[in-house]
Structures are given as structure tokens and as C-alpha cells.
């Protein structure tokens, strides 16, 4: 899966936008607490854009080993990670409903979807920047 990351340093948020086919070792190893550093708030904050993936061949399986390596590196650390999926379609939506459900499971990792724009909007004021800044924001800086 093709995929732009683009750390946002002022707002404390690395922001993924993700194209074409996803497999499990496209989410593995990003590597964050080396590109943001923590809050308070959200601990590691990561806003993940899937409108333009385009089909997947993971399964129950690679969801719960992704979920597991996640919580495996941030609970030691006595960290947090909150991951907000913009998931507008049914096959992201139900593949990160599976991620969200295991994460009500852990204090480390926190999965929130959003299917439509404006509910993942109404939370991103407190990033500093809706969808639409994140997108251009990162296109500028590609």
C-alpha cells in the first residue's frame, strides 16, 4: 500500500494517508514515538486517512498479531496510543470496527472511526487542524 506520512510537529500528530491495497506489513514498524513525542491528552497521536484504500487481504488474525505487537511496545512503556481512522467505506470501516473493539481491551492503545468526515472534524480542533488542513497540509509538504 502506498502510503504518505507526514509529521505535524506544532500539533504533536503524525498524519498517514493510505492508497491501493493494505497487508499487514504496511502497518507495522512507523516508528512513532521516534517522529511525535507524547501528550497528556492522547499520547501518541496518529490521524490515518484510509478513503483511498482500495481493498485489503488481512484477516482476524493480522488485525489481532498488529493489535498485540502495538500493545506489546506502548504498555511497558506505560505509554499511550490513540489512533483516529478515517474509515468512509465498508471495508475500512469494518476492518478498523475489529481494531476498535480490541482496543477496549488495553489502556495503551486507543482505536476511535470515524465513517463521515465531519465527526472525525468535530474532534480534530483539538489537533488544530480538520481532515482537509491535514490533507492539504501534507501535500504541501511532499
Known sequence: MPRILYNLPEHNVLFARCFGQ???DD?????L???ITQTAKFGFLTVIDLSEVTGTDMTFDD?????ARLVRHYGPRRQKLTI???APDDL????T???QSM???TDHVNVQVFRDCEALNSILPEVGKSLCELRTSLHENC
Do not use: K
Not at 27 to 31: E, G, K, P, R, S
Not at 92 to 95: E, S
Open 22 to 24: 493494505v497487508s499487514p
Open 33 to 35: 514515538d521516534s517522529q
Open 92 to 95: 475500512t470501516f469494518g476492518m
Open 97 to 99: 470496527r475489529i481494531l
Open 27 to 31: 502497518v507495522i514498524d512507523w516508528h
Open 63 to 67: 488485525l489481532n498479531s498488529i493489535h
Open 103 to 105: 482496543s477496549t481491551m
Open 84 to 86: 483516529f481512522l478515517y
